[in-house]
């Protein structure tokens, strides 16, 4: 919080330019769901996952 | 008297200069000027009126401004004569059963994969990264793919470098016959050799960097993610080395295969002998929140950190480094990036 020094108002406002991500890193931009088969999960329907974050950033 | 209720899934994160307001059901996020972190603050202690009351008559037009754009991108409701007590806050709390979750090797030679396969069940590994300087065949690729067939891994990436057998007929053969690798990425390819379509059952990609190993660890806008499982894990643990283990081309099994620190070979050790080693844990409690400058930025908690790559200017009190990735070029006490190479401390790693 900004220090009120015994103004009568809080500090005045700027309002500053806003600046918007990109959203380039959205996930689920494929709706297709693999399965896949897994012993020990005793499934046949093991869905195959993209991590929910970079692995690596290697580009 | 009109109250402003924040919805429980709406993150926002102070930085230096400015904050970061995450939508964790949207997985989206939006930067504001630092000024509105003040006014979510005063919101969730007072009524609208009085808040508005407390400025002068010019920034009293900018409170109404910053509650349209909180309306407007529902990142809270209205209610009358007290706030909506219904809703409790959101737990931050991590969770994840698996005892890692992911393993990232620069591949050597097969058997590696072949050694790790049971370990890969024992731990539970979900995700598989392998970095390769050898051209994959489409029969190295099926067979990749074929060890770890009904095993608990759930998706493979492979970074390997193009070739001349690299086309359509060779990308339709894996289409045909792997089933867990979700990403190829084709270094070195000066020229695509056909339009990627969304039409195969991993998405692929040609590029033209010569991708090295050595390349890992850049933060930028586009590795940035919001959603509910990487901010959290972000806001309780380190956001690259947590439950990461790696295997350099070596053999060595580290953290990550950049890191210098080994905890046995592969060839002498399993991953569950190294991953009980002392040290092998140390990283992964340091948040963004322990790490300088990193702790003033507002994307703290969207971001994925690096080890091994950093500044290496601080050292916190148990001796683990606690500076700033070295291949950050954002400054959150100006709210500029820049290009990280750019700086005279970073000219010996320009990858």
């Known amino acids: 919080m900004k220090e009120n020094f015994g103004e009568k108002h809080k500090l005045p406002l700027s309002f500053k330019h806003m600046e918007y991500c990109d959203h380039t890193s959205k996930r689920g931009d494929k709706k297709i769901i693999y399965i896949l088969k897994s012993e020990k999960y005793q499934s046949n329907f093991y869905v195959r996952e993209k991590p929910v974050k970079p692995l690596t950033r290697l580009l | ?351």
């Open chain 2, 1 to 351: 008297m009109r109250y402003f209720n924040v919805f429980s899934n709406i993150l926002v994160t102070k930085g230096a200069c400015r904050i970061l307001i995450s939508d964790l059901q949207r997985n989206v996020s939006e930067l504001y000027p630092l000024e509105l972190y003040d006014i979510i603050q005063e919101l969730k202690n007072d009524c609208i009126e009085n808040i508005i009351d407390g400025y002068d008559e010019e920034s009293q037009v900018m409170v109404k401004e910053y509650l349209n754009i909180l309306l407007q991108n529902e990142y809270g409701f209205i209610t009358e004569n007290n706030w909506d007590k219904n809703f409790s806050a959101l737990s931050y709390e991590y969770d994840e059963p698996s005892i890692l979750t992911e393993i990232f090797i620069e591949f050597s030679e097969i058997s590696v994969l072949r050694k790790i396969k049971r370990s890969v069940e024992n731990l539970r590994i979900k995700h598989l990264v392998l970095y390769s300087t050898k051209k994959f065949t489409a029969e190295d690729f099926i067979e990749i793919d074929q060890i770890f067939a009904t095993s608990v891994l759930s998706g493979i990436e492979i970074f390997s470098p193009f070739h001349e057998d690299v086309d359509k007929l060779f990308v339709n053969t894996l289409h045909k016959n792997t089933e867990r690798i979700y990403n190829i990425i084709f270094y070195n390819c000066r020229k695509k050799p056909f339009k990627i379509k969304d039409e195969f059952r991993f998405s692929l990609y040609f590029t033209e960097e010569e991708v090295k190993i050595s390349s890992c660890g850049k933060v930028d806008l586009k590795y940035f993610n919001t959603n509910i499982s990487k901010v959290t894990e972000a806001v309780n643990h380190n956001s690259c080395l947590h439950k990461k283990i790696g295997i350099d081309i070596n053999g060595n099994i580290k953290n990550c295969p950049l890191m210098a620190e080994n905890f046995g070979n592969i060839n002498n050790i399993s991953l569950e002998d190294a991953f009980i080693k002392p040290g092998f844990r140390k990283y992964w409690n340091l948040t963004k929140d322990k790490i300088e400058i990193c702790k003033d930025c507002e994307f703290r908690y969207v971001c994925t950190d690096c080890r091994a790559y950093t500044e290496r200017n601080h050292t916190n009190s148990e001796g683990l480094d606690t500076s700033k990735p070295l291949k950050c070029g954002y400054d959150p006490y100006t709210g500029k990036w820049e290009a990280w190479s750019k700086s005279p401390l970073k000219t010996t790693i320009k990858t």
